[in-house]
């Protein structure tokens, strides 16, 4: 039993084995499609030839033994009867060509008898067959027997008016002749094809190497890649498909390269920005414990700082919670029908009075009543955010504007204000982790670097888009379009 399931084991792995190296290979196939489209128009042509060699030949002897016929008839029919045996000089005549198309040759008369035989066996003998009557109508036959590799010609013998039918001239003749240059010309054709087989062979093994070469290049390329970044690009350009392949591989490869310096950037970012709290703490800290009979309101002041510099040190802590939540969450949203409407009311009523301490007017536009399958909790997230955003980075005495409107498909919501807006080159980057346009300002204004790449996470779980159209010192509009129905 153990041999038997080595066996099978041994089956099974073979079996595995062509399949994924050898059958599955793209040279072994273009190896294969080679040496089909060699041998198979080989073979189709070594058939046609051959059959249409042997049609021709047996036409040509038939035409031949028909012009004979017709010789020999107009002698016989000269005498205007076949009664008796025939004149020695168209026997001699008969006999020659019975000899010369290696056949046999019998004249018939009306009552079917037989009046001549080259081979001199049916002389007055009775033949009856319908190719005879059919002739003795005055229609001549012809038929090959390729059975029997014969061809039996009938020619009827006209009177010398030409009316009257006085008898048959059947020949058959042998086909032995065409046979023998059929089976030389086949043994031809069988070394013509073998040899054509064996080039289209070596040509396919050549030009299978050949063309899989450029893609064992990119194979060889892109395990240089899973080793670590190469500093050269893909270039393939032997094929339409290699060039298109390396295209989307080169394309691949660079947005790995934006991703990994994202990450090491985002890594340095929240380094920076949790230890600058930290250094701040520290410094005032030290600089309590430097001094001595310390007046109790410059303690007061002093730890007034610290608590400021902890309340940055938290908010950026809950900002990067928020984002490695919604990344875990990406696949567990909590969908509910919500009145979008009201839900963008309830938001706003949260912020207008951090909008009033710096006179901003913050004003809603409903075109129409909204209702979506959204996750509230991270939806709201997202409009905070960008509401948030709006106020931080306004004017005094500013405005923020957000509208609300939808189709069949997609509600569409805008938050607009008239802040000091955004640069040209730092648009494409707004949505980054901790980018921020002006660091310093921002930093006095209190921001994270965090709102929008929150705001922009929270869009996309919800399947939708988010674009920002920015004047720089005339204000930024963000544009969200979010399906009204969620789809997984």
Not at 36 to 58: D, H, K, T
Not at 297 to 305: A, R, V
Request: glycine share 6%; aromatic share 6%; proline share 2%.
């Amino acid at each position: 039993m153990s041999i038997q399931n080595g066996v099978l084991v041994i089956i099974s792995g073979v079996k595995k084995y062509l399949t994924n190296h050898i059958l599955g290979s793209l040279r072994f196939r273009i190896i294969l499609l080679m040496v089909l489209a060699g041998a198979v128009p080989a073979m189709i042509m070594q058939a046609v030839i051959l059959n249409s060699y042997e049609a021709r030949a047996v036409d040509v002897r038939t035409a031949e033994i028909q012009n004979q016929c017709t010789i020999l008839c107009n002698q016989l029919g000269s005498t205007g009867s076949l009664n008796g045996r025939a004149a020695e000089s168209i026997r001699t005549e008969l006999v020659q060509m019975s000899n010369i198309y290696d056949g046999r040759v019998l004249v018939i008369d009306r009552n079917f008898q037989v009046e001549e035989d080259t081979y001199d066996m049916d002389i007055g003998k009775t033949i009856v067959s319908a190719d005879v009557i059919h002739c003795l109508e005055g229609t001549g036959t012809s038929n090959y027997d390729e059975k029997n590799s014969y061809i039996e010609v009938t020619a009827p013998i006209f009177d010398a008016s030409g009316e009257t039918v006085l008898g048959v001239l059947l020949v058959s003749v042998s086909t032995d002749s065409i046979e023998d240059n059929l089976s030389v010309l086949d043994g031809k054709a069988d070394v013509a094809w073998v040899t054509m087989i064996l080039v289209v062979l070596v040509l396919a093994f050549l030009l299978g190497f050949v063309m899989t070469r450029p893609f064992q290049r990119i194979t060889r390329s892109i395990s240089a890649v899973t080793e670590g970044y190469d500093d050269h690009y893909l270039n393939e350009n032997a094929y339409t498909e290699t060039r298109a392949l390396s295209e989307a591989f080169n394309k691949m490869l660079g947005r790995m390269r934006i991703l990994d310096d994202s990450r090491n950037e985002f890594v340095s970012n929240v380094s920076h920005e949790l230890k600058t709290p930290l250094t701040s703490m520290k410094v005032l800290a030290d600089s309590l414990l430097s001094q001595e009979e310390v007046p109790p309101e410059l303690y007061k002041e002093f730890m007034g700082d610290l608590s400021q510099e902890i309340e940055r040190e938290n908010k950026i802590i809950n900002d990067l919670l928020s984002l490695v939540k919604m990344d875990k969450t990406a696949n567990t949203m909590n969908i509910t029908s919500e009145n979008i409407n009201a839900l963008v009311e309830r938001i706003l009523k949260r912020l207008r009075p951090i909008a009033a301490t710096r006179n901003i007017e913050v004003v809603f536009e409903s075109f129409r009543p909204v209702t979506a399958e959204v996750d509230e909790v991270k939806l709201t997230l997202a409009i905070s955010n960008l509401v948030e955003n709006a106020i931080k980075y306004n004017k005094e005495d500013g405005w923020i504007h957000v509208s609300l409107n939808a189709d069949h498909k997609y509600f569409y919501l805008e938050v607009a204000d008239s802040g000091i807006g955004i640069p040209e080159e730092s648009m494409e980057h707004i949505f980054e982790r901790f980018y921020r346009v002006d660091k310093s300002h921002s930093r006095e204004i209190g921001g994270t670097g965090l709102g929008l790449a929150i705001a922009r996470s929270a869009v996309v779980m919800h399947r939708g888009a988010i674009k920002a159209y920015s004047q720089l010192g005339e204000g930024t509009t963000f544009a969200v379009r979010i399906p009204l129905t969620y789809v997984l």
